[in-house]
């Protein structure tokens, strides 16, 4: 049963996958690799300096520092007065930057999903919601 409903599974996976997978029409919309990294390395550090940052990117401080007044001019980062030290400036997220990292984030098209899911009963929609849980619970091997 269960090589039978792996396979199934995997299928039915990459078939939602391919069907749901949000495409972005303008590639210029999307952020780099190396963008979508600084600007998720500080939601998870919280605001730094230049030079923290340069050393938790390895990068060197000149090209930090470009990189981040081209994130500051599109609206994504800000620099702030460190309330602690005023010769420091902090690097930190916009509320843009946030956002623009949330949608970086997001693989398939939240619109069709709901769409596709407003095609199926409330009982099942809950159900599968509840299995997939479920399934995630047993692959990471949580016990609750």
């Known amino acids: 049963m269960s090589d039978a409903f792996a396979s199934e ?6 078939a939602t996958y391919r069907a749901a997978v949000r495409r972005v ?9 190396e963008t979508v990294a600084l600007l998720d390395h ?3 550090a919280g605001p730094l300096t230049a030079g923290e940052l340069a050393k938790h990117i ?8 470009e990189m981040v007044d081209h994130l500051a001019d599109k609206g994504l980062l ?3 007065r460190d309330p602690a030290d005023a010769r420091r400036s902090l690097i930190w997220l916009t509320d ?8 970086a984030r997001t693989v398939l098209d939240q ?16 159900a599968l919601i509840e299995s997939l849980r479920a399934l995630v619970v047993q692959l990471r091997g949580d016990v609750r």
């Not at 599974?9 to 990459?14: G, I, K, N, P, S």
């Not at 029409?25 to 690799?33: A, C, F, Q, V, W």
């Not at 843009?96 to 949608?103: F, I, R």
């Not at 999903?113 to 929609?125: C, F, I, K, Y």
Request: proline share 4%; glycine share 4%; no cysteine.
């Open 58 to 65: 390895d990068r060197a401080p000149s090209t930090l520092s």
């Open 78 to 80: 800000t620099r702030d």
């Open 111 to 126: 619109t069709l999903l709901a769409s596709a899911a407003a095609g199926l009963r409330a009982d099942q929609r809950q």
């Open 42 to 44: 500080l939601a998870a």
């Open 9 to 14: 599974f995997e299928d039915l996976f990459r």
């Open 25 to 33: 029409r303008d590639k210029r919309d999307r952020l780099s690799p």
């Open 96 to 103: 843009e930057g946030h956002s623009a990292l949330l949608d």
